[in-house]
C-alpha cells in the first residue's frame, strides 16, 4: 500500500491545513485550530455545537471538522455520496463548506484527504496566492 492510499488521520488534517503556504493557525474561545489564510478559515475544528448531534442519543458531536469546498456543487456532491463521511446541516445552508466527525477520518485516504484540504485552502486564498500555488504546484 504506497503511502497516498492508506487511511487518513486526524494528525493528516493538521500537517496538511498547515503545510500550505502562507497559513496561521488561530485558537476558538476552546482551544480549538482554525486554520488560515489571508485571515481566511479554510479548516477548523468546531466546538460542540446543537445542530451537530447523533440521531440516536441526541448527544452533540465533539469532533466534527469543517472544510471550505469551492462551490456548492461540490459541497453536494460530497454530502450527497452516501458513502461519504461528509455531510452538512440546516445551519451551513448557503455556506460553501462541509463537516466530518474526526472520528471518521479514516475513512479516507490521505490522497483523498490531501484533495479536500487542498481545495479548501484554494477556495479562500486570495486568486493571486491560489495561482502562485498551482503554478509551482504543476511545475510552471
Same mark, same amino acid.
Given at each position: 500500500?504506497?503511502? =497516498?492510499?492508506?487511511?487518513?488521520?486526524?494528525?493528516?488534517?493538521?500537517?496538511?491545513?498547515? %503545510?500550505m503556504p502562507?497559513? $496561521?493557525?488561530?485558537?476558538?474561545?476552546?482551544?480549538?485550530?482554525?486554520?488560515?489564510? %489571508?485571515?481566511?478559515?479554510?479548516?477548523?475544528? @468546531?466546538n460542540? @455545537?446543537? /445542530?451537530?448531534?447523533?440521531p /440516536?442519543? %441526541?448527544? @452533540?458531536?465533539? /469532533?466534527?471538522?469543517?472544510?471550505?469546498?469551492?462551490s456548492?456543487?461540490?459541497k453536494q456532491a460530497?454530502?450527497?455520496?452516501?458513502?461519504?463521511?461528509?455531510?452538512?446541516?440546516?445551519?451551513? /445552508? %448557503?455556506?460553501q463548506?462541509?463537516l466530518? !466527525?474526526?472520528?471518521r477520518?479514516?475513512?479516507? $485516504?490521505? @490522497?483523498e484527504?490531501?484533495?479536500?484540504?487542498?481545495d479548501? *485552502?484554494?477556495?479562500r486564498?486570495?486568486? $493571486? !496566492?491560489?495561482?502562485?500555488?498551482?503554478?509551482? *504546484? =504543476?511545475?510552471?
Amino acid at each position: 500500500m504506497s503511502a =497516498r492510499s492508506r487511511r487518513a488521520s486526524v494528525e493528516d488534517v493538521h500537517e496538511l491545513a498547515y %503545510g500550505m503556504p502562507h497559513v $496561521t493557525v488561530v485558537h476558538g474561545s476552546s482551544g480549538n485550530p482554525v486554520y488560515q489564510v %489571508g485571515q481566511r478559515s479554510f479548516v477548523f475544528f @468546531r466546538n460542540p @455545537r446543537p /445542530d451537530a448531534v447523533d440521531p /440516536d442519543s %441526541g448527544e @452533540r458531536y465533539p /469532533d466534527v471538522v469543517v472544510f471550505w469546498v469551492p462551490s456548492e456543487s461540490d459541497k453536494q456532491a460530497l454530502v450527497q455520496d452516501q458513502t461519504s463521511p461528509f455531510f452538512t446541516t440546516p445551519h451551513f /445552508d %448557503g455556506h460553501q463548506s462541509v463537516l466530518v !466527525r474526526a472520528s471518521r477520518i479514516g475513512e479516507l $485516504t490521505l @490522497r483523498e484527504l490531501t484533495e479536500i484540504v487542498q481545495d479548501a *485552502w484554494l477556495s479562500r486564498a486570495s486568486p $493571486t !496566492r491560489a495561482a502562485a500555488w498551482l503554478n509551482a *504546484w =504543476r511545475g510552471t
